[in-house]
Every structure is written in structure tokens, then in C-alpha cells.
């Protein structure tokens, strides 16, 4: 065979390569099941960052998909932290019982449960988040030291009052200009800051409710 001939034959198929190249299926788009595979990962630790940019588009499936894990998650003692993640993941999908049972949490007298449920709200955030919150305002639940289910008082451990951490968590969720925020890098705040949020909220609640 010449050398213009193996030339020939070369450029056909090098030809034709691009050509297949050019032709070529785009990848398959993941199917909604391998989508909500990924989004429940993040759901499963809590990753609420993540878990919202995966769950566009797949909302309903993904919630359907969590809400068959929520049983199982309450009831497991060897992982508390599984109930709270699933909880708070839930909650900032819209699921109406998972958003309950943090604003139920934000009013219990375990001084625990309230920091958590506080802590996961301001995670959360939305208008009913920031209603719970104002309702605190007005609590005399005492902060201090938590008492664990055995019976045993955490000294290494100090958690503010309700009120007081209304106060930290409106100054969070709370975007309106004339809202009075406290320096959330500092985290000071004093009687005189419950009473000038109660001030306020008595004027722009409603808005919110």
C-alpha cells in the first residue's frame, strides 16, 4: 500500500471520529430518584445549604422521600442528632409538623431543647419563625445552667433566657431598617434591648403574622 494511500485512509477515519464526536448524545440529566438520593444525604446531615440548592426542582419528591425516614429517626437513641438534621431539614422545606414542633421548642422550659430549637429557627428563618420568637419577648423562663435527663446540672454549660434569645434571633431574621438589632458580632444585649424589640414589635408585628 502507498504512503498516499495509508495517508488517505487515515484522514477518512479521523474524519469520521469527529464527526462522532460531533454527533455524540449529550450525558443523560440525573433522574429525579438519583436527585433525591443526593439531596437526602445533605438532609441527613443537616447541610441546609447544600440540601436547598439539590432540592430545586424535586421539592415534593424529596419531602415525600424524608417523611418515610422521619419515623425512624425519631425512634433512633443511638444518633439523637439524626432527629434534629431530619427536623431542621424538613422545616426548611416547608413541612408544616417539622416547622411546629422548633416553634414549640423556642416556648419549653428544658433550657436544652429551647437553645436548640432557637439555634435550628435561625437556620430556618420565615415569618413564623420570627412570630415565635417576638412571643418570647415577653417569657420570665429564667436562663442558667441545664439540668440533663439524669438529673445532673451542666456546669461548662449557660444559656440565656428566652427573651434574651429573641432578642438575638430577631436581630437575625428580621430585615427591616428600623428593627432594633443588636451588634450580632459582639451578641451583647440587655433588658432595655427586650423592651425596645416588645416597642417595635407592637407597631410592625402584624406584618408578620
Known amino acids: 500500500m502507498t504512503d498516499a494511500r495509508q495517508l488517505a485512509i487515515r484522514l477518512a477515519a479521523a474524519s469520521l471520529l469527529a464527526m462522532g464526536t460531533l454527533h455524540a448524545s449529550p450525558p443523560a440529566e440525573p433522574s429525579v430518584d438519583m436527585r433525591v438520593s443526593v439531596a437526602a444525604a445533605h438532609a441527613r446531615r443537616g447541610d441546609l445549604i447544600a440540601l436547598k440548592q439539590a432540592a430545586q426542582g424535586i421539592e415534593h419528591a424529596l419531602l415525600r422521600s424524608l417523611r418515610t425516614e422521619w419515623p425512624s429517626a425519631i425512634a433512633d437513641e443511638r444518633d439523637p442528632s439524626r432527629r434534629r438534621y431530619m427536623q431542621k431539614s424538613l422545616a426548611a422545606l416547608g413541612d408544616t409538623e417539622a416547622r411546629a414542633v422548633i416553634r414549640d ?11 436548640a430549637a432557637f439555634v435550628d429557627a435561625a437556620e430556618v428563618g420565615g415569618n413564623d419563625m420570627i412570630v415565635a420568637a417576638a412571643e418570647q419577648l415577653a417569657s420570665t423562663v429564667r436562663g442558667g445552667r441545664p439540668i440533663g435527663p439524669d438529673g445532673v446540672v451542666h456546669t461548662d454549660v449557660a444559656i ?13 431574621l428580621v430585615t427591616d431598617p428600623s428593627a432594633p ?4 458580632d459582639r451578641i451583647l444585649y440587655d433588658e432595655a434591648d427586650v423592651d425596645r424589640w416588645k416597642t417595635w414589635w407592637a407597631t410592625h408585628g402584624a406584618s408578620y403574622r
Open 105 to 115: 421548642g423556642m416556648a419549653s422550659r428544658d433550657l436544652m431543647r429551647l437553645r
Open 160 to 172: 440565656a433566657a428566652p427573651r434574651h434569645q429573641a432578642v438575638i434571633l430577631l436581630s437575625k
Open 181 to 184: 438589632r443588636i451588634d450580632l
